[in-house]
């Protein structure tokens, strides 16, 4: 069975910054893509940024230059940076992984974390 955990959203004033971590745990071989997605109230969960497990990135329009997304793979762990925040950055964030465990490939989503950006 494998787990992603987030942590790090919380109550940030616009202009500040959070740092999100979603480490993966359990029996596991390799982990693939990793990313950030979240989801505002009333909308669809949309990208925030991926990373492969060689390191290239990938953002949404919306982040680039404000988001940074990264990862240790010795701790099959990823990050992401968020700067400069806006109110419409308010959303729950969901980490998401590619990973080869005991049935295969699956992808697999952490349980979400809020992230509120107030004005």
């Known amino acids: 069975q494998v787990q992603l955990v987030e942590s790090g959203g919380g109550l940030v004033q616009a202009g500040g910054s959070l740092r999100l971590s979603c480490a993966a745990s359990g029996t596991i071989f390799s982990i693939n893509t990793m990313g950030w997605y979240r989801q505002a109230p009333g909308k669809q969960r949309e990208l925030v940024a991926t990373?492969?497990?060689?390191?290239?990135?990938n953002y949404a329009d919306s982040v680039k230059g404000r988001f940074t997304i990264s990862r240790d793979n010795a701790k099959n762990t990823v990050y992401l940076q968020m700067n400069s925040l806006k109110p419409e950055d308010t959303a729950v964030y969901y980490c998401?992984?590619?990973?080869?465990?005991?049935?295969?490939?699956?992808?697999?989503w952490g349980q979400g974390t809020q992230v509120t950006v107030s004005s």
């Open positions: 990373i492969s497990s060689g390191g290239n990135t």
């Open positions: 998401n992984a590619e990973v080869w465990g005991t049935s295969g490939w699956f992808d697999y």
